[in-house]
């Protein structure tokens, strides 16, 4: 685990109850990544944090100076612990994410956060483009229901869906575990 950091992406407080994008399942994706991290504080392995500021027109939640975009109390940043602000889904977009790993030598990444199918998939994707081995937590991400065609698609169906698509071909993008055998495997 010598060269693995934990990237727990917006894990904000817009997407929980009460804010202005909650998701499915948010309160149980927080408190997985939780566990998660704790288990990298207690190992002093590397943690990152991920905070997306919304600076598109029109954008509603995760706005600059908000409550919403705060990073939610369950995994609140340490001193110590990189965090990196973000403005598109792929975190490695305009921030300084690669360069950082790189410069910490991490090959490995352990990916937690919100929302399943777009920040983090769209995340894990590029990392694996960039030669990281991933590993996502799958019950410490979190999504919402969406629409297509006219037709609700469910949250867990989506969520499901993109793991599974995430995972495909032998694990390709990403090896999907939940926050049980993570924890039991260490």
Same mark, same amino acid.
């Given at each position: 685990?010598?060269?693995?950091?934990?990237?727990?992406?917006?894990?904000?407080?817009?997407?929980?109850?009460?804010?202005?994008?909650t998701l499915e399942g948010a309160?149980?994706?927080?408190?997985?990544?939780?566990?998660?991290?704790?288990?990298?504080?207690?190992?002093?392995?590397?943690?990152?944090?991920?905070?997306?500021?919304? =600076?598109?027109?029109?954008?509603?939640?995760?706005?600059?100076?908000?409550?919403?975009?705060?990073?939610?109390?369950?995994?609140?940043?340490?001193?110590?612990?990189?965090?990196?602000?973000?403005?598109?889904?792929?975190?490695?977009?305009?921030?300084?994410?690669?360069?950082?790993?790189?410069?910490?030598?991490?090959?490995?990444?352990?990916?937690?956060?919100?929302?399943?199918?777009?920040?983090?998939?769209?995340t894990t994707r590029a990392s694996?483009?960039?030669?990281?081995?991933?590993?996502?937590?799958?019950?410490? =991400?979190?999504?919402?229901?969406?629409?297509?065609?006219?037709?609700?698609?469910?949250?867990?169906?989506?969520?499901?869906?993109?793991?599974?698509?995430?995972?495909?071909?032998?694990?390709?993008?990403?090896?999907?575990?939940?926050?049980?055998?993570?924890?039991?495997?260490?």
């Amino acid at each position: 685990m010598e060269k693995t950091a934990l990237l727990i992406i917006d894990v904000q407080n817009d997407y929980f109850p009460g804010g202005k994008m909650t998701l499915e399942g948010a309160e149980l994706a927080g408190t997985n990544t939780q566990q998660v991290l704790e288990y990298f504080r207690k190992n002093k392995l590397p943690v990152i944090h991920i905070r997306h500021i919304s =600076t598109n027109e029109g954008a509603t939640f995760f706005l600059p100076g908000t409550s919403g975009a705060e990073i939610h109390s369950l995994v609140s940043p340490l001193a110590g612990e990189k965090v990196i602000e973000k403005h598109f889904p792929n975190s490695f977009r305009e921030t300084d994410l690669l360069k950082y790993l790189q410069s910490e030598n991490i090959k490995d990444l352990v990916i937690t956060g919100m929302m399943t199918d777009v920040c983090v998939e769209s995340t894990t994707r590029a990392s694996f483009d960039f030669g990281f081995n991933n590993m996502i937590i799958g019950d410490a =991400t979190a999504t919402r229901d969406r629409e297509l065609n006219g037709r609700t698609v469910k949250a867990s169906e989506v969520q499901k869906s993109f793991l599974a698509g995430i995972s495909a071909l032998g694990g390709l993008y990403a090896k999907i575990v939940n926050t049980k055998d993570f924890l039991k495997e260490k």
